[in-house]
């Protein structure tokens, strides 16, 4: 069985996430004037293996240098913020232990 979980992202370049293993990141948006991401997560747990991944987040505003290799993340997503004055681009990747 799956289910959605939501995550919020701070407003700031670089931050990680602690997801439950096996988890698949679906979509990013504004909610209450702030970054959500959503997630879909298995509800079962399996002691074999890992319970936890990181994924990485790299938040960059409009015309801002971009300091990730690109090939490395996969682009999730635009989200505004206050009616559209912050316009903030969303890349992530699973770290690796």
Known sequence: MKTIYKYTLDVAASQTLT?????????VCE????VVVYALTN?????????EEIYDFKVYGTGELIDIN???YSFLGTVNLHRGEI??????KKSVK
């Not at 909610?31 to 702030?34: D, F, R, T, W």
């Not at 509800?43 to 319970?51: D, F, G």
């Open 19 to 27: 997801l439950p293993f096996d988890s698949q990141i679906l979509s």
């Open 43 to 51: 509800v079962t747990v399996n002691p074999y293996q890992p319970q």
């Open 70 to 72: 690109i090939p490395d």
């Open 87 to 92: 316009m903030l681009h969303i890349f992530y």
């Open 31 to 34: 909610q209450n004037h702030s």
